[in-house]
């Protein structure tokens, strides 16, 4: 095997002493992520961050970097995720009046989505003889990462396997949502993005703002409630059965 030269591995070195490049990797990621996602012609299977998680990974690996070596230097994308949720209220502030008029039935679809999830999940686990740890791990699956994890803490869970979870629901159900819309001919843009926002969280969310500002405000507002009221119901629900 040819040896590197020595200027590239003091190149190497420097670039992994400076915290830029991790950041730069993150983003030269995802913008890879996202070409690759567009020649495959949109498709959900090809979702960029999920994508672009595997790019990391394998740049990780095969450097054999540590993952606390990495966050250190992408943190700043980490810390912009608040922000980011934060303008999730101008859309939303768009849309006040129909949300106000809608408001009752936007609550209780949001009920009946966090029920339906969590003892779907929950039944299924047990028929397949899932053990309790694993069903606990399981149950906020249809919640956004950062707040699934700490359910899945406090209810006896694995927060990482949570988190991994949430990223196949998120996918899976941005590969889901539209073809049953329109196999059940649903059209209207809030619903569509409601629907999203509530069954695959965060990726839902980004896609809906694909499809327009009135789907990405719905999902938007579905997301944060349906996280909001998680943290409340999925502990006791997991008690009751």
């Not at 934060?86 to 006040?96: G, K, N």
Request: glycine share 10%.
């Amino acid at each position: 095997m040819p040896e590197v030269p020595e200027v590239l591995t003091e190149l190497w070195v420097y670039l992994t002493a400076s915290k830029v490049l991790y950041l730069f990797l993150t983003l030269v990621a995802f913008m890879l992520a996202q070409w690759i996602n567009r020649r495959a012609g949109g498709t959900p299977f090809l979702h960029p961050v999920l994508v672009a998680i595997a790019l990391i990974v394998s740049f990780l690996l095969l450097t054999e970097t540590p993952y606390s070596v990495y966050f250190e230097g992408a943190q700043f994308i980490h810390f912009l995720m608040g922000p980011a949720i934060v303008a999730l209220a101008v859309p939303l502030y768009d849309h006040r009046e129909r949300i106000k008029r809608e408001f009752i039935p936007l609550m209780l679809a949001c009920l009946a989505g966090i029920v339906t999830a969590v003892l779907s999940t929950m039944a299924l686990v047990k028929l397949l003889g899932g053990r309790e740890d694993t069903l606990m791990s399981l149950a906020p699956k249809s919640v956004t990462s950062p707040i699934a994890m700490g359910i899945a803490e406090q209810i006896g869970g694995y927060p990482a396997l949570a988190a991994g979870i949430v990223l196949i629901t998120g996918a899976t159900g941005c590969v889901l949502g539209p073809p049953i819309f329109r196999l059940l001919r649903i059209e209207d843009h809030a619903v569509q993005g409601f629907a999203m926002g509530l069954a695959a969280h965060g990726f839902g969310t980004a896609q809906s703002f694909s499809l327009s500002n009135l789907a990405g405000a719905f999902a938007g507002l579905a997301m944060g409630v349906t996280g909001l009221l998680s943290a409340f119901l999925i502990p006791l629900l997991v008690r009751l059965f």
